[in-house]
């Protein structure tokens, strides 16, 4: 990504926040310095928070393996289409054993809290199935996040 400031003095101060997950990564930043003649600011991109998610779509079902001790986060973008419809996130766990609480189940709208602290969230079964759902009338246009814990032991 780049973001372009025009008219900038020495005086100027500006301060970029990078915000990182769970993962180490490397950041590359680059000043250029041109005269204000060349320089025309453009609509900064907006940064979605699910860039680089894996994306679910409504009515579609997917499938994902995963690995003991692990977090899988996931969004779903709710369009005008589907704003007067519920809203079902079905989950279920295809490990071999008969474990009630191997999966944990959790749904945000808008961002993921660093907490990851939500309302939405199923942490146990009897049949190995998960959902969470948000009715017709709580359900908004937007992003929404799932995040899937393996909570499984390692075999």
């Given at each position: 990504?780049t973001?372009?400031?025009?008219?900038?003095?020495?005086q100027?101060?500006?301060f970029?926040g990078?915000?990182g997950?769970r993962?180490?990564?490397?950041?590359t930043?680059?000043?250029?310095?041109?005269s204000d003649?060349?320089?025309?600011e453009e609509?900064?991109?907006?940064?979605?928070?699910?860039?680089g998610?894996?994306?679910l779509?409504v009515?579609?079902?997917?499938?994902?393996v995963g690995?003991a001790?692990?977090v899988?986060d996931?969004?779903?973008?709710?369009?005008?289409?589907?704003?007067?419809?519920n809203?079902?996130?079905?989950?279920?766990d295809?490990?071999?054993?008969?474990s009630?609480?191997?999966?944990?189940?959790y749904?945000y709208h808008?961002?993921?809290?660093?907490?990851r602290?939500?309302?939405?969230v199923?942490?146990?079964?009897?049949?190995?199935?998960?959902?969470l759902?948000?009715?017709?009338?709580?359900?908004v246009v937007?992003?929404?996040?799932?995040s899937v814990?393996?909570?499984?032991?390692p075999t």
């Amino acid at each position: 990504n780049t973001l372009t400031k025009c008219s900038v003095t020495h005086q100027d101060q500006y301060f970029l926040g990078l915000k990182g997950y769970r993962q180490c990564a490397d950041y590359t930043v680059t000043l250029e310095y041109f005269s204000d003649s060349q320089c025309k600011e453009e609509e900064a991109e907006q940064i979605s928070a699910h860039h680089g998610l894996p994306e679910l779509e409504v009515g579609q079902f997917t499938t994902h393996v995963g690995a003991a001790n692990s977090v899988y986060d996931f969004y779903l973008n709710i369009t005008e289409e589907h704003a007067n419809d519920n809203l079902v996130v079905e989950l279920e766990d295809m490990a071999d054993d008969l474990s009630t609480d191997g999966l944990t189940l959790y749904m945000y709208h808008g961002s993921m809290p660093s907490d990851r602290a939500t309302q939405f969230v199923v942490d146990s079964t009897s049949d190995k199935q998960y959902s969470l759902a948000v009715n017709l009338y709580d359900l908004v246009v937007g992003d929404y996040y799932v995040s899937v814990q393996v909570n499984h032991k390692p075999t």
